[in-house]
């Protein structure tokens, strides 16, 4: 038998506010696209590289968290911005996804679709290195690359002036029970204004490279990766955040007894937002 109607008028009345929201959301996101359509002929957005905007969408995943309040969970709000993020930047710009799923593949798909949603294509690969040589043929497509990876020195790909680089370093939100936990790098070509630049990484060839030095390095910024095989030379990819300094890092390896034999900045990105596990909240 049918279910039957509601009764209560209160229940009645609160089903029709809830309609009246999703028809009143849905109506706000066609607008959205309307002045996304504005925009497009504004920028003429035509230029080489991702229409990504990673200052501006870090900056709008701050204000989300800082205004979240109530029963809806954090994990679903992320969510929906992402994808609407992805979704609108997509119309402005078709591009593809590319993910390395050599270690985790679940993980990353996982990473990919939460923040990507599934409009965006996604194209699989077996190896850092062929996300980056995929971004690098494309012309404004992403590339996904687990930021602990060190099967090979994939980031010395990034050394050359037009190499796409690090955009940015996914979850954003960073908590010990984000459900796309996985630690991601997105590689791609941006304008230059667009990057933001609160993190550096650089890549670094080091002579002498062992545990003192990277002993020296923790304490001033992150040692991302370093290859598995990494001998005595080793390539070494290092996260500098704000507060710290490549020259701090290249003086403290010298300390340590190593010498830089060459070094290059492959990227930057924002300082991720941290919700502690008691849920206080820190940048």
Do not use: C
């Not at 080091?206 to 390095?217: P, R």
């Amino acid at each position: 038998m049918p279910d039957k109607l509601p009764t209560d008028p209160s229940l009645v009345a609160l089903r029709a506010e809830i309609d009246h929201i999703d028809e009143t959301m849905h109506g706000l996101l066609m607008q959205r696209g309307e002045i996304i359509d504005r925009l497009i002929s504004v920028k003429k957005t035509q230029e080489v590289g991702s229409a990504f905007r990673p200052a501006r969408e870090a900056e709008m995943m701050r204000r989300l968290v800082d205004r979240h309040h109530g029963i809806l969970p954090l994990d679903t709000a992320e969510g929906i911005w992402r994808v609407i993020i992805s979704a609108f930047t997509y119309v402005q710009m078709p591009f593809s996804l590319h993910a390395d799923l050599t270690d985790d593949s679940a993980a990353m798909r996982d990473s990919a679709r939460f923040h990507f949603g599934f409009t965006v294509p996604f194209v699989a690969h077996m190896g850092a290195a062929g996300v980056v040589a995929a971004v690098s043929e494309s012309r404004g497509d992403l590339g996904l690359v687990h930021a602990q990876s060190g099967d090979s020195a994939w980031w010395t790909a990034l050394e050359f002036d037009s190499a796409p680089k690090i955009i940015a370093r996914l979850p954003f939100i960073d908590r010990d029970d984000h459900p796309a936990a996985l630690p991601v790098f997105v590689i791609s070509r941006i304008a230059a204004d667009a990057m933001v630049s609160e993190v550096a990484v650089w890549s670094l060839r080091v002579e002498g490279w062992g545990s003192k030095a990277a002993k020296a390095v923790s304490q001033l910024a992150e040692v991302i990766a370093v290859p598995d095989d990494a001998s005595d030379d080793a390539a070494v990819l290092i996260s500098v955040p704000q507060g710290s300094s490549y020259e701090k890092v290249a003086e403290a390896i010298v300390n340590a007894g190593g010498s830089i034999r060459s070094s290059a900045l492959v990227g930057s990105h924002a300082t991720r937002y941290t919700l502690p596990a008691a849920g206080a909240r820190t940048v």
